[in-house]
């Protein structure tokens, strides 16, 4: 490691760049190897090359110069296939790869589930996971403070499990206020360019997303990868056991590998060779039989101690205080295998996290309760009504009423009946006879509360020099923002802490100095350094 001290000030942020390589050895990873791999697999042709329709392509009509193009089926079919090849990209985590993995169960937890998935140790559910970051569009960078999502679909005996889960184990409170921090963190209308005088604009008026903002700017905000950070469905789910007692439980997945970070630096570094990073790093280790692996431990409380706590463990924007729950570890998830096709496995696929099997009745919090809703909503927009029908999103079994709509229909239930009740053996309702015939509501106290913002501050961020990269990130993040919204945001993040407050205002003096070179210079610089390294 070198540092740069000669380019100034402007350098710090590369300073800690590791063994920068310029150009890195293309040849030797799986990811560039992938069609010569395919040609490993198949020494011949693979086929007669037919159109969609299935007969065969003429070698004349694979030329359209000097034909009579509108009589060349071929080039039609090609083209206007082709012109319709694009699905809206999801409204958030557009840009993910996917992957096929199993859980398998390796702790008896039927004491407090009776899902089956979680029951009988050694049993393996496969799953199809989507790895993808939060506020880029397809095609964007991984390497941009932003939360990471890991969506999990477990092909269970009873049913599609959807895990949805992000690398930070805090989120918002009122559902309603989604769309704002989704605006606001993504691209302005105007200039079509991520803009921080609205991200901070909306935090400031809308102070409970501060924490997300403090998460995302300390060293946990750029994994080193979506191997290397834990991965959480943040909200507390209702349970019960095979008696019909309930519990209350947060799902986390812990890396087996450990956590590892990027520094500002290093995922400036990076990003501007790569900004597939992420994605690579997933393909290269399953290539490499090094597979991506995740402890599932479940925190639980019981009816009991629901009474007991002085906080409210529902609450997105809180952690559960330590030593007023149990933690058993349940089981272990892995990824061993690459999709088939990444459109067909992992974009098209419909992570729901309605979908739920018995024994989880599901979270009682509005958020998930509008996520109910929206999920589905949003994939009969971007997939069409018969979403479910795809192989990547049908269930193992099912059994309905439900009939037509536009394709993909699969078998639509051949000749069963199509009305419920009938006298004709169509499909019938079971009894779960442990499911509560309770359901817990809960009231939600919408006031913002700084308390776990602080105590994230000086726990999660325990050292010195952590405390500054995070003050640096935050500083950076405020650089260009309007004079009246930076002065609200330096006095929040002084509330939260006056520690906080003091090193951002400081680390802010310095990146405007930088801010004030103008943008050409400033890059040359940077390529300087870069080059350099
Ligand atoms: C009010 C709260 C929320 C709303 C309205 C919301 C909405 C959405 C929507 C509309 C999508 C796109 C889905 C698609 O096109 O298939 C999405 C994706 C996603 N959301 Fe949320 N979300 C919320 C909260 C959360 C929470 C609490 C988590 C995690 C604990 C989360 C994690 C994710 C992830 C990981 C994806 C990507 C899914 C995939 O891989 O296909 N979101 N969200
Ligand atoms: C690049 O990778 C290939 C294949 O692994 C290896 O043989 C070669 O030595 C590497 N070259 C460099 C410069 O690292
Ligand atoms: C990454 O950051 C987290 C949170 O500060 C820390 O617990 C972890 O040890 C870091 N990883 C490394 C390899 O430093």
Known sequence: MRLLTVCGFICMAVSTVVGYQCYD???????????????????RPIGVWTKLTGDPIDIRDIVSLNTDIFNNKHHFLLMSHFDRERIPERVVHAKGIGAFGYYEVTNDVSKYISADVFNGIGKRTPIVGRFSTASQNLGGTD???EFKGVSLKFYTRQGNLDLICLNIPILMKDPIDFLSFAHASRRNPQ??????????DFTTLRPQFLQIFLWLNSDLGIPDGYRKMNTFPVHTYEVYNKHGETFYV???F???????????????????DDPDYYNRDLYNAIAAGD?????????????????????????????????????????????????DNNFKDAEQTAFN????VPGIVGPPDAVFKARRIFYLDTQNYRLGVNHVNSRINAPLYDRNYNRDGMPPVRNNMKDAPNYYPNSFNGPMPYVDEARP????????????????????????????????????????????????????ALKLLTLVDIDLGTRVTQALKVAKAAAMIPLRERYNRRAQCLSMS
């Not at 105590?455 to 990269?469: G, I, K, P, S």
Request: hydrophobic share 40%; aromatic share 10%.
């Open 143 to 145: 390497l941009r403070r």
């Open 291 to 339: 597979y991506p692996a995740w402890r599932l431990e479940m925190d639980i409380l019981t009816k009991d101690d629901l009474t007991r706590i002085d906080y409210d463990p529902f609450d997105l924007t809180r952690q559960w205080k330590r030593g007023t729950y149990r933690t058993v570890t349940a089981g272990r998830l892995v990824f061993n295998r690459h999709v």
């Open 254 to 272: 812990r890396t087996e590998i450990g956590l590892f970070n990027l520094t500002s630096a290093q995922a400036l570094a990076i990003g501007a």
């Open 250 to 252: 947060k799902f986390n």
């Open 25 to 43: 050895n293309g040849t030797a990873d799986a990811v560039s190897q992938q069609l010569a791999d395919f040609r490993r697999r198949h020494p």
């Open 353 to 356: 996290p309605d979908n739920l």
């Open 437 to 488: 015939t309770e359901r817990l509501f809960i009231m939600e106290n919408a006031a913002v509360d700084l308390q776990p913002m602080s105590e994230f501050y000086n726990t999660v961020v325990d050292t010195d020099a952590h405390r500054q990269r995070m003050a640096d990130n935050l500083a950076a993040s405020l650089e260009g923002v309007s004079q009246d919204i930076e002065k609200k």
């Open 191 to 200: 200039t079509s360019i991520f803009d921080n005088t609205m991200r901070w």
